[in-house]
T-cell receptor, first 114, second 116 residues
Framework: GNSVTQMEGPVTLSEEAFLTINCTYT??????LFWYVQYPGEGLQLLLK?????DKGSNKGFEATYRKETTSFHLEKGSVQVSDSAVYFC?????????????FGKGTKLSVIP | KAGVTQTPRYLIKTRGQQVTLSCSPI?????VSWYQQTPGQGLQFLFE???????NKGNFPGRFSGRQFSNSRSEMNVSTLELGDSALYLC???????????????FGNGTRLTVT
């Protein structure tokens, strides 16, 4: 079956530090990959996505590249801000599984301190 | 454009009771999915509805059920509540009718269910 593995959190960084959150996946087909972010008391918001190998998704300074050879989709940001503090989820959808459902990683909590 | 709306935001129920949660998708979205979020298990897929038909169901007992109406609004029901059903229940809608599994899900803020 499909699965997503994210680095364990929590991650604490100082403002303006570089961020990497690792994500690897296992899928039966050829998945689309997503990063979602969840702020306290809210639902999930789509941060970025990539639908095929070597695609780079980007949004709000965050980037992730779909690496088929390493089955990875690591999230990066060059300079984090306090407002980036949230829980980040890597996810995949796999048309080969026959249904539009997302398989999520466990989430990585990021705290950015001034 | 209004986002996904879930009601109520908070619910407290006792074991053995049943509960119904409601979700209004983004206008024009015909796919509605439900997820359960708990600290231990993370985000788990419950079911997906598309044009009033259940397309897929996750690995949850039959106490969990749902339905979708002709206006795409959806409800999920949990009967005979157990303590372990305490969770954040998230509804998400998608523009899936354009034939793309790449269409992202748009989530509501969830319903926080506490079972005592």
């Amino acid at each position: 079956g499909n699965s997503v593995t994210q680095m364990e959190g929590p991650v604490t960084l100082s403002e303006e530090a570089f961020l990497t959150i690792n994500c690897t996946y296992t899928a039966t087909g050829y998945p689309s990959l997503f990063w979602y972010v969840q702020y306290p008391g809210e639902g999930l918001q789509l941060l970025l996505k990539a639908t095929k190998a070597d695609d780079k998704g980007s949004n709000k300074g965050f980037e992730a590249t779909y690496r088929k050879e390493t089955t990875s989709f690591h999230l990066e940001k060059g300079s984090v801000q306090v407002s980036d503090s949230a829980v980040y989820f890597c996810a995949l959808s796999d048309a080969g599984a026959g249904s539009y459902q997302l398989t999520f990683g466990k989430g990585t909590k990021l705290s950015v301190i001034p | 454009k209004a986002g996904v709306t879930q009601t109520p935001r908070y619910l407290i129920k006792t074991r053995g009771q049943q509960v119904t949660l409601s979700c209004s998708p983004i206008s024009g979205h015909r796919s509605v999915s439900w997820y359960q979020q708990t600290p231990g298990q993370g985000l788990q897929f419950l079911f997906e509805y598309f044009s009033e038909t259940q397309r897929n169901k996750g690995n949850f007992p039959g106490r969990f059920s749902g339905r979708q109406f002709s206006n795409s609004r959806s409800e999920m029901n949990v009967s005979t509540l157990e303590l372990g059903d305490s969770a954040l229940y998230l509804c998400a809608s998608s523009n899936r009718d354009r034939g793309s599994y790449n269409s992202p899900l748009h989530f509501g803020n969830g319903t926080r269910l506490t079972v005592t």
